[in-house]
């Protein structure tokens, strides 16, 4: 292959490196006209990170709820609504200690609605569910593992597991196609109590 006359050739033979990214080009674009603005450009869309991500449920989950005749809920849409400024702009910590610390308020959550009447439980579940799908989908995969451990190896460990499980009852409950799959919850949750533990 014969080299091109028309590009100039550096001492060692080779072609130049191309011009930078930023600057313009000399002949015009035929495909339309393109942007070289390399100047910092004002954030549009918000941050994607953990925290944020929690804020979303946690704020989306209160604003369904808030709706329901709950003496329950209604502590816990107050409780949010007094503490939210300071995952909006957490000071003396590190975002990520704070997203540790909501993260743990998320898998309590399912504790503090079962003492909600039955009718706003079932609400409350639901709208929780769908947040965390709305907005914070990984949480739910970590809680199908977790939950599939419990499930193999036949037996509730601790607080924690027991409420994951009954959370799990509370979505599944009046679903007929789910009966097999309740059966093998509520036999979980009969033998932990059975245990006193």
């Not at 739910?140 to 190896?153: F, G, P, Y």
């Not at 036949?154 to 959370?167: A, C, Q, T």
């Amino acid at each position: 292959m014969r080299p091109n006359p028309a590009v100039k050739r550096t001492r060692n033979g080779m072609a130049p490196l191309p011009p930078p990214f930023h600057s313009v080009p000399k002949a015009p674009c035929r495909c339309g006209p393109l942007t070289y603005n390399v100047e910092p450009q004002e954030r549009t869309v918000p941050r994607a990170d953990k925290l944020s991500k929690l804020i979303a449920v946690f704020d989306q989950f209160h604003d369904v709820i808030a709706g329901l005749d709950d003496p329950k809920v209604r502590r816990l849409v107050e409780n949010w609504a007094g503490i939210r400024h300071q995952y909006i702009e957490p000071s003396g910590a590190p975002r990520s200690a704070f997203a540790a610390g909501m993260e743990q308020g998320l898998r309590e959550t399912p504790m503090l609605l079962q003492s909600m009447q039955p009718e706003a439980r079932r609400c409350a579940v639901q709208a929780l569910t769908s947040a965390i799908s709305a907005h914070f989908p990984d949480f739910l995969v970590k809680d199908a593992e977790r939950l599939a451990k419990v499930k193999d190896r036949g037996s509730i460990r601790g607080e924690k597991e027991f409420y994951l499980v009954r959370h799990q009852i509370d979505l599944l409950e009046g679903e007929p196609s789910q009966g097999e799959e309740l059966r093998l919850l509520y036999a979980l949750v009969e033998s932990h109590e059975a245990r006193g533990a």
